[in-house]
């Protein structure tokens, strides 16, 4: 079964600094992967996905994120994090076999001024 | 214009109550679909439509029952409310294909008392 896997319950960081967000997938065949961001009392939004091509794929707000299939990982990587990136992060990966777009279990980003 | 709406935003009731929330995609999109977010921030999905046709029907329980009028409408029906129910429900919507990112509307604040 296709699943990803967000081992960091929360990450803080210093307002300026470089942020990551870790995610692993597990998956049979090549994987469809993607990073939503959920802000307080909203619903899912957007940020980037993986479907072929370059490993480093850019998104919005700045993010990007870094497909690596020997490490079967999916980093969300931001140079410069801000305040306002604070979230919930979702990493989700798509199972091609049933459709189903499975989520991690969130990473909650903190980031201090 | 709000992309996927769903109504109402709250929703305050007692056990053995029966709901609905509406929810609705001005997208133009194929597929919509529900889930379930619990207290924990763990998302999972319930139901998918394509066209009014019910693609994925994960092992909820039989008390909750997806309508689709058309395929910008998919409407869910909650019978008999139990303690267990009280979750944020979120609706999606996409274009057909595994490589899609879903929108997805602000979500509903279930509480059943």
């Known amino acids: 079964a296709q699943s990803v896997a967000q081992p960091e319950d929360q990450v803080n960081v210093a307002e300026g600094n470089p942020l990551t967000v870790k995610c692993t997938y597990s998956?049979?065949?090549?994987?469809?992967l993607f990073w939503y961001v959920q802000y307080p009392n909203r619903g899912l939004q957007f940020l980037l996905k993986?479907?072929?091509?370059?490993?480093l794929v850019k998104g919005s707000y700045g993010f990007e994120a870094e497909f690596n299939k020997s490490q079967t990982s999916f980093h969300l990587k931001k140079p410069s994090a801000l305040v306002s990136d604070s979230a919930l992060y979702f990493c989700?990966?798509?199972?091609?076999?049933?459709?189903?777009?499975?989520f991690g279990t969130g990473t909650r980003l903190q980031v201090f001024p | 214009d709000t992309a996927v709406s769903q109504t109402p935003k709250y929703l305050v009731t007692q056990m053995g109550n029966d709901k609905s929330i509406k929810c609705e995609q001005n997208?133009?999109?194929?597929?919509m679909y529900w889930y379930k977010q619990d207290s924990k921030k763990f998302l999972k999905i319930m139901f998918s439509y394509n066209n009014k046709e019910l693609i994925i029907n994960e092992t909820v329980p039989n008390r909750f029952s997806p309508k689709s009028p058309d395929k910008a409408h998919l409407n869910l029906h909650i019978n008999s409310l139990e303690l267990g129910d009280s979750a944020v429900y979120f609706c999606a919507s996409s274009q057909r294909g595994g490589s899609e990112k879903l929108f997805f509307g602000s979500g509903t604040q279930l509480s059943v008392l």
């Open positions: 993986y479907i072929t091509g370059d490993n």
């Open positions: 998956v049979s065949g090549n994987p469809y």
């Open positions: 997208l133009g999109h194929d597929t």
């Open positions: 989700a990966v798509r199972d091609r076999s049933t459709d189903k777009l499975i």
